[in-house]
Nanobody, 120 residues
Framework: QMQLVESGGGSVQVGGSLRLSCAAS????????MNWFRQSPGKEFEFVAG????????YYADSVKGRFNISRDNAKYMLYLEMDSLTVGDTAVYYC?????????????RGQGTQVVVSS
């Protein structure tokens, strides 16, 4: 089993920034490509960003490209999501998860989420 714990969410005004963190444990973190997802009330999970096991390749949803940056520190078992120029549309619960069968898919392990609220 892999445990994933997100942190760093909160309330911010439009145009602000937040840095989300995801602490992994229980499995060799470097074995997994990782993704960030978000979910708004009444909506399905939405892929936000992904990163390869080495950190050498990153992927972003069009809606966040140029504003968000995903990174990882395998030595610390940590995944990050730097979010800039936040909009109201970014309000959601954000989850880190292992990658599924596709680049934008959700794998076996997912955290409990951290809430991000962007207000005008």
């Amino acid at each position: 089993q892999m445990q994933l714990v997100e942190s760093g969410g909160g309330s911010v005004q439009v145009g602000g920034s937040l840095r989300l963190s995801c602490a992994a444990s229980g499995r060799p973190f470097e074995n997994y490509a990782m993704n960030w997802f978000r979910q708004s009330p009444g909506k399905e999970f939405e892929f936000v960003a992904g990163i390869s096991w080495s950190g050498g390749k990153t992927y972003y949803a069009d809606s966040v490209k140029g504003r968000f940056n995903i990174s990882r520190d395998n030595a610390k078992y940590m995944l990050y999501l730097e979010m800039d120029s936040l909009t109201v549309g970014d309000t959601a619960v954000y989850y880190c998860a292992t990658r599924g069968r596709t680049i934008t898919g959700m794998g076996e392990y997912r955290g409990q989420g951290t809430q991000v609220v962007v207000s005008s």
